[in-house]
């Protein structure tokens, strides 16, 4: 097994920091873990990407960071097919049994968000639970399509553990990250954690890497 491990650091009360305050920790604490594995080499395009986490209490935040050659989005609805845009991923396992969490965002902030049991089995979050999720990043919230090398933008998001299902933060997480774009000018799937799976797959809990929770003093 080839799953990877990364520590998120401990950021006291990190929900209720501005945006600006949140970014400069995360950058300041968190090291960042590059999303590099190639698992399919009929998907041979690399973005460059990585994610920085840190938890408080009470939430989780992720920060990525790409650079690539197709930034897209067209997907303005939560829940829409972000997927196809360019778009950064977060799954992670439920921590208080079977199922996983997860979390897709375009590089413009529209989510979707569901608890599954299989790639075919969710129930997606409804409007009231993923406006709980916080969301920002360098572009605005609208429909861009450019093709340029070199393009650079990040995104952060804050997941109040009680989405997970839980009351206060937990000793780690089983969880992978993703960077797709699967109607962008290159489609590609890299993964943190990788995938030993033909397709590609990113429904495959077998796969996560852990997280560990670390509550430095």
Known sequence: NNAKTTTAPFVEGLESLSDEQLVAALREVCTPNPI???????????????????????????????????????????????????????????????????????????????????????????????????????????????????????????????LLGLEEAPDHLEANFYKCGDKCAQMHFLSWSPIALPQPNFHCPEFFGRVELTRGE
């Open 36 to 162: 590099d594995s190639l698992n399919w080499a009929e998907y041979p395009y690399a973005p460059t990407v990585n994610f920085r986490i840190a938890h408080s209490l009470g939430a989780v935040a992720v920060m990525f960071e790409v650079e690539e050659s197709n930034v897209k989005a067209v997907t303005l609805n939560s829940n829409g097919p972000v997927w196809e845009d360019s778009c950064v991923e977060f799954f992670v396992a439920n921590p208080k049994g079977e199922g996983y969490f997860n979390f897709e965002i375009n590089c413009i902030g529209t989510a979707l968000a569901a608890f599954r049991r299989s790639r075919n089995d969710a129930v997606h979050f409804d409007q009231q639970k993923i406006d709980r999720i916080r969301r920002f990043g360098s572009l605005a919230h609208e429909p861009i399509d450019i093709v340029r090398e070199g393009q650079k933008w990040w995104m952060v998001e804050v997941i109040p553990f009680e």
